[in-house]
Protein backbone atom coordinates (compact mmCIF):
# COMPACT_ATOMS: atom_id res chain seq x y z
CA UNK A 1 0.00 0.00 0.00
CA UNK A 2 1.34 3.62 -0.81
CA UNK A 3 2.39 5.71 1.73
CA UNK A 4 0.74 8.97 2.70
CA UNK A 5 3.73 10.66 1.26
CA UNK A 6 3.49 8.91 -1.97
CA UNK A 7 -0.01 9.43 -2.51
CA UNK A 8 0.40 13.35 -1.70
CA UNK A 9 2.85 13.32 -4.59
CA UNK A 10 0.68 11.33 -6.80
CA UNK A 11 -2.14 13.64 -6.17
CA UNK A 12 -3.98 15.73 -9.39
CA UNK A 13 -3.93 18.68 -7.03
CA UNK A 14 -0.22 18.13 -6.24
CA UNK A 15 0.67 17.87 -9.87
CA UNK A 16 -1.45 20.45 -11.35
CA UNK A 17 0.09 22.73 -8.70
CA UNK A 18 3.28 21.77 -9.69
CA UNK A 19 2.58 22.07 -13.94
CA UNK A 20 1.62 25.55 -12.76
CA UNK A 21 5.25 26.42 -11.55
CA UNK A 22 7.09 24.61 -14.29
CA UNK A 23 5.13 26.46 -16.55
CA UNK A 24 5.29 29.44 -15.49
CA UNK A 25 9.31 28.75 -15.05
CA UNK A 26 9.14 27.37 -18.20
CA UNK A 27 7.64 30.63 -20.10
CA UNK A 28 10.13 32.71 -18.48
CA UNK A 29 13.17 30.68 -19.67
CA UNK A 30 14.99 32.26 -22.54
CA UNK A 31 15.55 28.78 -24.18
CA UNK A 32 13.40 28.44 -27.13
CA UNK A 33 13.51 24.69 -26.63
CA UNK A 34 11.89 24.95 -23.18
CA UNK A 35 9.48 27.28 -24.29
CA UNK A 36 8.29 24.94 -26.64
CA UNK A 37 7.75 21.82 -24.95
CA UNK A 38 5.66 23.47 -22.58
CA UNK A 39 3.65 24.84 -25.07
CA UNK A 40 3.33 21.27 -26.77
CA UNK A 41 2.37 20.07 -23.22
CA UNK A 42 0.18 22.91 -22.47
CA UNK A 43 -2.27 22.60 -25.20
CA UNK A 44 -3.52 19.15 -23.13
CA UNK A 45 -2.01 19.73 -19.80
CA UNK A 46 -5.14 18.10 -17.98
CA UNK A 47 -5.22 14.96 -20.20
CA UNK A 48 -1.44 14.46 -19.55
CA UNK A 49 -1.28 15.13 -16.09
CA UNK A 50 -4.10 12.39 -15.80
CA UNK A 51 -1.66 10.09 -17.83
CA UNK A 52 1.58 10.92 -15.73
CA UNK A 53 -0.89 10.51 -12.54
CA UNK A 54 -1.59 6.92 -14.12
CA UNK A 55 1.74 5.99 -14.26
CA UNK A 56 2.78 7.44 -10.95
CA UNK A 57 -0.57 5.24 -9.50
CA UNK A 58 0.79 1.60 -11.14
CA UNK A 59 4.32 3.02 -10.39
CA UNK A 60 4.85 2.27 -13.98
CA UNK A 61 6.74 6.12 -14.10
CA UNK A 62 10.17 6.26 -15.45
CA UNK A 63 12.77 9.30 -14.95
CA UNK A 64 13.95 9.39 -18.58
CA UNK A 65 17.54 10.24 -19.02
CA UNK A 66 17.80 14.16 -19.32
CA UNK A 67 20.65 16.01 -21.37
CA UNK A 68 23.71 17.95 -20.21
CA UNK A 69 24.50 21.29 -21.35
CA UNK A 70 27.28 23.13 -21.17
CA UNK A 71 26.82 26.92 -20.23
CA UNK A 72 29.80 29.34 -20.76
CA UNK A 73 30.16 31.19 -17.59
CA UNK A 74 30.14 35.12 -17.97
CA UNK A 75 33.60 35.34 -17.08
CA UNK A 76 34.64 32.71 -19.93
CA UNK A 77 36.60 30.46 -17.80
CA UNK A 78 35.35 27.04 -17.38
CA UNK A 79 31.62 26.24 -17.77
CA UNK A 80 27.89 25.67 -15.86
CA UNK A 81 27.24 22.46 -16.23
CA UNK A 82 23.32 22.67 -16.60
CA UNK A 83 20.91 19.55 -16.85
CA UNK A 84 17.92 19.83 -18.68
CA UNK A 85 15.23 17.49 -18.16
CA UNK A 86 11.83 16.51 -19.21
CA UNK A 87 8.56 18.26 -18.82
CA UNK A 88 7.10 15.51 -16.65
CA UNK A 89 10.10 15.13 -14.56
CA UNK A 90 10.14 18.65 -13.57
CA UNK A 91 6.50 18.08 -12.47
CA UNK A 92 7.22 15.20 -10.45
CA UNK A 93 10.15 16.67 -8.69
CA UNK A 94 8.43 20.10 -8.10
CA UNK A 95 5.50 17.59 -6.28
CA UNK A 96 7.95 15.66 -4.54
CA UNK A 97 9.94 19.82 -3.26
CA UNK A 98 6.31 20.35 -2.56
CA UNK A 99 5.43 17.82 -0.54
CA UNK A 100 8.99 18.00 1.85
CA UNK A 101 8.01 21.89 1.81
CA UNK A 102 5.07 20.67 4.19
CA UNK A 103 6.92 18.36 6.55
CA UNK A 104 7.07 19.15 10.09
CA UNK A 105 9.97 17.12 10.87
CA UNK A 106 12.39 18.90 7.75
CA UNK A 107 10.73 22.81 8.60
CA UNK A 108 14.55 23.74 10.10
CA UNK A 109 15.89 23.09 6.58
CA UNK A 110 12.92 25.39 4.89
CA UNK A 111 13.01 27.92 7.58
CA UNK A 112 16.21 28.77 8.13
CA UNK A 113 16.35 32.06 9.63
CA UNK A 114 20.13 32.24 7.84
CA UNK A 115 19.24 31.03 4.22
CA UNK A 116 17.37 33.00 1.97
CA UNK A 117 17.70 31.19 -1.55
CA UNK A 118 15.24 28.51 -2.28
CA UNK A 119 13.19 29.03 0.49
CA UNK A 120 9.58 28.91 -0.13
CA UNK A 121 7.21 32.28 1.32
CA UNK A 122 5.52 31.42 4.32
CA UNK A 123 2.09 32.82 5.22
CA UNK A 124 3.84 34.98 8.11
CA UNK A 125 6.37 35.94 5.73
CA UNK A 126 6.67 39.83 4.87
CA UNK A 127 8.91 38.75 2.13
CA UNK A 128 11.26 36.34 0.74
CA UNK A 129 14.43 35.75 -1.76
CA UNK A 130 16.92 38.81 -2.07
CA UNK A 131 14.77 41.29 -0.45
CA UNK A 132 14.39 39.24 2.43
CA UNK A 133 17.93 38.62 2.91
CA UNK A 134 18.63 41.92 2.06
CA UNK A 135 16.81 43.22 4.75
CA UNK A 136 18.33 40.83 7.08
CA UNK A 137 21.62 42.52 6.46
CA UNK A 138 20.24 45.76 6.91
CA UNK A 139 18.71 44.66 10.45
CA UNK A 140 22.50 43.36 10.85
CA UNK A 141 23.73 47.22 10.86
CA UNK A 142 21.34 48.04 12.67
CA UNK A 143 22.01 45.57 15.66
CA UNK A 144 25.76 47.39 15.36
CA UNK A 145 27.60 45.28 12.80
CA UNK A 146 29.95 47.91 11.41
CA UNK A 147 32.23 45.64 9.32
CA UNK A 148 31.34 43.03 6.36
CA UNK A 149 32.84 40.75 4.06
CA UNK A 150 31.12 38.68 1.05
CA UNK A 151 31.65 35.13 -0.35
CA UNK A 152 30.72 32.59 -2.86
CA UNK A 153 31.19 28.87 -2.68
CA UNK A 154 33.11 27.73 -5.78
CA UNK A 155 30.95 25.38 -8.05
CA UNK A 156 28.62 24.75 -5.19
CA UNK A 157 26.10 22.45 -6.95
CA UNK A 158 28.64 20.16 -8.18
CA UNK A 159 29.87 18.74 -4.46
CA UNK A 160 27.14 18.41 -3.18
CA UNK A 161 26.70 14.97 -1.59
CA UNK A 162 23.36 13.26 -2.67
CA UNK A 163 23.70 9.98 -0.22
CA UNK A 164 24.94 12.46 2.23
CA UNK A 165 21.78 14.66 1.87
CA UNK A 166 19.22 11.43 1.40
CA UNK A 167 20.43 10.42 4.51
CA UNK A 168 19.33 13.31 6.37
CA UNK A 169 16.05 13.44 4.93
CA UNK A 170 15.63 9.85 5.36
CA UNK A 171 16.29 10.24 9.40
CA UNK A 172 13.38 13.16 9.14
CA UNK A 173 11.08 11.28 6.81
CA UNK A 174 11.06 7.66 7.78
CA UNK A 175 9.56 6.75 4.75
CA UNK A 176 11.08 3.76 2.70
CA UNK A 177 8.72 3.96 -0.62
CA UNK A 178 8.81 7.60 -0.51
CA UNK A 179 12.85 8.14 -0.41
CA UNK A 180 12.75 5.65 -3.53
CA UNK A 181 10.95 7.94 -5.08
CA UNK A 182 13.24 10.96 -4.19
CA UNK A 183 16.37 8.88 -4.65
CA UNK A 184 15.11 8.25 -8.55
CA UNK A 185 14.31 12.00 -8.47
CA UNK A 186 17.84 13.68 -7.80
CA UNK A 187 19.65 10.39 -9.53
CA UNK A 188 21.51 12.21 -12.73
CA UNK A 189 21.43 10.18 -16.29
CA UNK A 190 22.12 11.78 -19.24
CA UNK A 191 21.40 10.69 -22.61
CA UNK A 192 24.19 12.64 -24.32
CA UNK A 193 27.39 12.02 -21.65
CA UNK A 194 29.64 11.10 -24.53
CA UNK A 195 29.05 14.52 -26.63
CA UNK A 196 29.87 16.52 -23.83
CA UNK A 197 33.62 14.48 -24.37
CA UNK A 198 35.59 16.79 -21.86
CA UNK A 199 32.94 18.50 -20.28
CA UNK A 200 31.47 14.87 -19.41
CA UNK A 201 32.95 14.57 -15.62
CA UNK A 202 31.28 18.14 -14.65
CA UNK A 203 28.06 16.61 -14.71
CA UNK A 204 26.61 15.19 -11.33
CA UNK A 205 26.36 11.76 -12.97
CA UNK A 206 27.96 10.03 -9.50
CA UNK A 207 27.46 10.54 -5.87
CA UNK A 208 28.73 13.49 -5.43
CA UNK A 209 27.01 16.72 -7.47
CA UNK A 210 23.28 17.69 -8.28
CA UNK A 211 21.66 18.57 -11.58
CA UNK A 212 21.60 22.17 -11.80
CA UNK A 213 18.19 23.34 -12.80
CA UNK A 214 16.42 20.99 -10.88
CA UNK A 215 13.79 21.93 -8.62
CA UNK A 216 15.45 19.81 -5.52
CA UNK A 217 18.83 21.13 -6.19
CA UNK A 218 18.17 24.58 -3.88
CA UNK A 219 16.83 22.48 -1.21
CA UNK A 220 19.82 19.65 -1.44
CA UNK A 221 22.14 22.86 -1.18
CA UNK A 222 20.32 24.39 1.78
CA UNK A 223 20.09 20.93 3.84
CA UNK A 224 23.71 20.67 3.25
CA UNK A 225 24.51 23.94 4.57
CA UNK A 226 21.91 23.89 7.27
CA UNK A 227 24.76 23.07 10.43
CA UNK A 228 26.84 25.19 8.35
CA UNK A 229 24.36 28.26 9.03
CA UNK A 230 23.60 27.68 12.62
CA UNK A 231 28.00 27.26 13.31
CA UNK A 232 28.39 30.49 11.63
CA UNK A 233 25.86 32.59 13.21
CA UNK A 234 27.00 31.46 17.12
CA UNK A 235 28.43 34.30 18.82
CA UNK A 236 28.64 38.01 17.51
CA UNK A 237 28.49 37.25 13.74
CA UNK A 238 25.94 37.76 11.71
CA UNK A 239 26.17 35.04 8.30
CA UNK A 240 23.25 35.46 5.56
CA UNK A 241 23.39 32.93 3.02
CA UNK A 242 21.84 32.89 -0.16
CA UNK A 243 22.65 29.53 -2.14
CA UNK A 244 26.16 29.60 -2.64
CA UNK A 245 26.58 33.26 -1.99
CA UNK A 246 26.98 34.52 1.62
CA UNK A 247 27.76 37.58 3.47
CA UNK A 248 29.61 38.14 7.07
CA UNK A 249 28.61 41.33 9.40
CA UNK A 250 30.68 41.55 12.95
CA UNK A 251 31.35 44.40 15.03
CA UNK A 252 35.10 44.50 13.87
CA UNK A 253 36.81 43.66 11.25
CA UNK A 254 38.98 40.88 13.27
CA UNK A 255 35.76 38.93 14.15
CA UNK A 256 34.17 38.88 10.36
CA UNK A 257 37.67 37.75 9.30
CA UNK A 258 38.05 34.82 11.76
CA UNK A 259 34.45 34.01 10.97
CA UNK A 260 35.57 34.11 7.37
CA UNK A 261 38.04 31.09 8.20
CA UNK A 262 35.73 29.19 9.84
CA UNK A 263 33.73 29.19 7.19
CA UNK A 264 36.63 27.94 4.63
CA UNK A 265 37.15 24.83 7.54
CA UNK A 266 33.92 24.16 7.83
CA UNK A 267 32.98 24.11 3.27
CA UNK A 268 37.14 22.73 3.27
CA UNK A 269 35.37 18.96 5.53
CA UNK A 270 32.31 19.37 2.85
CA UNK A 271 34.38 19.20 0.22
CA UNK A 272 33.81 22.56 -1.00
CA UNK A 273 36.13 26.01 -1.18
CA UNK A 274 35.46 29.68 -1.88
CA UNK A 275 36.40 31.30 -4.78
CA UNK A 276 39.06 33.59 -4.32
CA UNK A 277 37.52 35.90 -7.58
CA UNK A 278 34.37 36.73 -5.92
CA UNK A 279 35.37 36.45 -1.97
CA UNK A 280 36.94 39.36 0.23
CA UNK A 281 40.35 39.23 0.82
CA UNK A 282 39.41 41.43 3.94
CA UNK A 283 36.82 42.98 5.37
CA UNK A 284 35.32 46.57 4.54
CA UNK A 285 33.32 49.29 6.56
CA UNK A 286 29.68 49.23 6.18
CA UNK A 287 30.41 52.59 5.69
CA UNK A 288 32.58 52.64 2.21
CA UNK A 289 29.57 51.21 0.64
CA UNK A 290 29.75 47.22 -0.46
CA UNK A 291 27.89 44.69 -2.47
CA UNK A 292 25.45 41.28 -2.04
CA UNK A 293 23.43 39.35 -4.39
CA UNK A 294 23.44 42.23 -7.20
CA UNK A 295 22.38 45.14 -4.58
CA UNK A 296 24.66 47.79 -3.52
CA UNK A 297 24.36 49.32 -0.49
CA UNK A 298 26.23 52.57 -0.01
CA UNK A 299 25.71 55.06 3.31
CA UNK A 300 22.37 55.21 3.16
CA UNK A 301 21.55 54.64 -0.31
CA UNK A 302 20.72 50.97 -2.10
CA UNK A 303 20.01 50.24 -5.64
CA UNK A 304 20.57 47.86 -8.31
CA UNK A 305 24.26 46.71 -8.96
CA UNK A 306 25.28 48.71 -11.98
CA UNK A 307 25.88 45.18 -13.57
CA UNK A 308 22.15 45.00 -13.10
CA UNK A 309 21.17 48.31 -14.56
CA UNK A 310 23.68 47.65 -17.64
CA UNK A 311 21.90 44.30 -18.25
CA UNK A 312 18.34 45.94 -17.86
CA UNK A 313 19.04 48.24 -20.37
CA UNK A 314 20.60 46.08 -22.76
CA UNK A 315 17.70 43.94 -23.16
CA UNK A 316 15.31 46.87 -23.45
CA UNK A 317 17.57 48.16 -26.80
CA UNK A 318 17.95 44.34 -27.69
CA UNK A 319 14.28 43.91 -27.24
CA UNK A 320 13.50 47.80 -29.90
CA UNK A 321 16.59 45.89 -31.79
CA UNK A 322 14.44 43.06 -32.57
CA UNK A 323 11.45 45.48 -33.60
CA UNK A 324 13.52 47.63 -36.06
CA UNK A 325 14.78 44.90 -37.64
CA UNK A 326 11.19 43.39 -38.16
CA UNK A 327 10.15 46.43 -39.57
CA UNK A 328 12.61 46.65 -42.02
CA UNK A 329 11.81 42.75 -42.77
CA UNK A 330 8.38 44.10 -43.48
CA UNK A 331 8.87 46.69 -46.01
CA UNK A 332 11.25 44.29 -47.56
CA UNK A 333 7.95 41.75 -48.54
CA UNK A 334 8.77 39.81 -44.79
CA UNK A 335 5.99 39.19 -43.02
CA UNK A 336 5.26 40.80 -39.38
CA UNK A 337 4.50 38.93 -36.46
CA UNK A 338 2.35 40.89 -33.88
CA UNK A 339 4.91 39.79 -31.20
CA UNK A 340 7.65 42.39 -32.72
CA UNK A 341 5.63 44.82 -34.34
CA UNK A 342 5.30 48.61 -32.59
CA UNK A 343 2.67 47.53 -29.97
CA UNK A 344 4.22 44.03 -29.36
CA UNK A 345 6.92 45.37 -29.26
CA UNK A 346 6.01 48.44 -26.67
CA UNK A 347 4.21 45.73 -24.77
CA UNK A 348 7.37 43.13 -24.13
CA UNK A 349 9.71 46.20 -23.07
CA UNK A 350 6.96 47.59 -20.72
CA UNK A 351 7.21 43.79 -19.39
CA UNK A 352 10.55 44.34 -18.82
CA UNK A 353 10.20 47.51 -17.07
CA UNK A 354 7.69 46.07 -14.84
CA UNK A 355 9.17 43.04 -13.76
CA UNK A 356 12.24 44.84 -13.16
CA UNK A 357 11.05 47.43 -11.09
CA UNK A 358 9.11 45.11 -8.65
CA UNK A 359 12.42 42.97 -8.28
CA UNK A 360 13.98 45.76 -6.91
CA UNK A 361 10.83 47.37 -5.13
CA UNK A 362 12.60 47.63 -1.91
CA UNK A 363 15.56 50.03 -3.15
CA UNK A 364 15.32 53.76 -2.27
CA UNK A 365 17.88 55.38 -4.68
CA UNK A 366 15.12 57.35 -6.50
CA UNK A 367 18.25 58.97 -8.68
CA UNK A 368 19.05 55.61 -9.65
CA UNK A 369 15.69 54.82 -10.93
CA UNK A 370 15.24 58.62 -12.37
CA UNK A 371 18.29 58.40 -13.95
CA UNK A 372 17.54 54.97 -15.86
CA UNK A 373 13.55 56.31 -16.77
CA UNK A 374 15.49 58.92 -18.84
CA UNK A 375 17.09 56.47 -20.62
CA UNK A 376 14.63 54.60 -20.92
CA UNK A 377 12.52 57.37 -22.26
CA UNK A 378 15.53 57.98 -25.25
CA UNK A 379 14.91 54.55 -26.16
CA UNK A 380 11.47 54.75 -26.64
CA UNK A 381 11.54 58.00 -28.43
CA UNK A 382 14.66 56.73 -31.19
CA UNK A 383 12.13 53.25 -31.48
CA UNK A 384 8.81 55.60 -32.19
CA UNK A 385 10.99 57.60 -34.63
CA UNK A 386 12.30 55.05 -36.42
CA UNK A 387 8.49 53.70 -36.46
CA UNK A 388 7.40 57.05 -37.77
CA UNK A 389 10.11 56.84 -40.81
CA UNK A 390 9.64 53.19 -41.31
CA UNK A 391 5.85 53.90 -41.90
CA UNK A 392 6.45 56.73 -45.00
CA UNK A 393 5.63 55.34 -48.06
CA UNK A 394 4.01 51.83 -46.82
CA UNK A 395 0.84 51.24 -48.87
CA UNK A 396 -2.29 52.51 -46.04
CA UNK A 397 -3.80 48.73 -46.25
CA UNK A 398 -0.35 47.48 -44.82
CA UNK A 399 -0.02 50.02 -42.14
CA UNK A 400 -1.97 48.55 -39.60
CA UNK A 401 0.13 45.83 -39.44
CA UNK A 402 3.30 47.85 -38.64
CA UNK A 403 1.08 49.08 -35.23
CA UNK A 404 0.57 45.11 -34.69
CA UNK A 405 -3.20 45.74 -35.75
CA UNK A 406 -5.38 43.26 -38.12
CA UNK A 407 -7.99 44.92 -40.50
CA UNK A 408 -11.05 43.48 -40.72
CA UNK A 409 -10.47 42.89 -44.11
CA UNK A 410 -6.91 40.74 -43.60
CA UNK A 411 -8.54 38.37 -41.03
CA UNK A 412 -9.61 34.69 -42.55
CA UNK A 413 -13.41 34.30 -42.47
CA UNK A 414 -15.65 30.80 -43.02
CA UNK A 415 -18.92 32.95 -44.78
CA UNK A 416 -21.98 31.92 -45.38
CA UNK A 417 -23.21 31.05 -48.34
CA UNK A 418 -26.57 32.45 -48.92
CA UNK A 419 -29.18 29.60 -50.48
CA UNK A 420 -29.33 29.14 -54.24
CA UNK A 421 -32.78 28.62 -54.62
CA UNK A 422 -33.60 32.11 -52.97
CA UNK A 423 -31.43 33.71 -55.04
CA UNK A 424 -32.78 32.68 -58.16
CA UNK A 425 -36.30 33.37 -57.16
CA UNK A 426 -34.63 37.30 -56.59
Given at each position: ?6 K????L???EA ?15 D???QI ?5 DA ?8 A?LV??S????P??G?P??K??KI ?5 V???I ?7 A??DT??G ?5 P?FRNP????G??R???D?M????A??K???D ?5 SR?V ?5 T????RI ?8 V ?10 A??HR??HVE?SNL??LRGH ?6 E?I?V???S ?6 GN???A ?6 NE???R????I??F?VL????A????RL????D?LG????Q???E??S????S???GF ?6 L ?7 AQKA?EK?L ?10 R ?7 N????P ?5 L?T?R?VD???QGWGK???FC?D ?7 D??LQ??IG ?7 H??R ?9 M??LE ?6 R?P ?11
Amino acid sequence: MATALIKNVRTLRSLEAAWRNVRSNGFSSKSPDIQKQIRQFDEDAYGKLRSLQARLVHNSFKFPPARGVPVAKSNKIGIRPLVITDIETRIVQRAILDTMQGLVPLQPFFRNPYSFGGIKRGQEDEMAAVPAAIKAVLDAISAGSRYVACADITAFFTRISKSAVADLVAEAVDDPDFMALFHRAIHVELSNLQALRGHADRFPTEDIGVAQGSALSPMLGNITLAKFDLHMNEGDCRCLRYIDDFIVLGYSAASVMDRLQLAKDILGRLGMQLSSEKTSAHAISVSKGFEFLGIELNNGLIRPAQKAREKFLADVRETFSRGRKALIAYRNGQPLPKSVALLGTLRRVDGLVQGWGKHYRFCNDERCFSNLDTELQRLIGDYLGFYAHSRRGVRQERAPAMLGLELLSMQERDPFIWPKTLAKAA
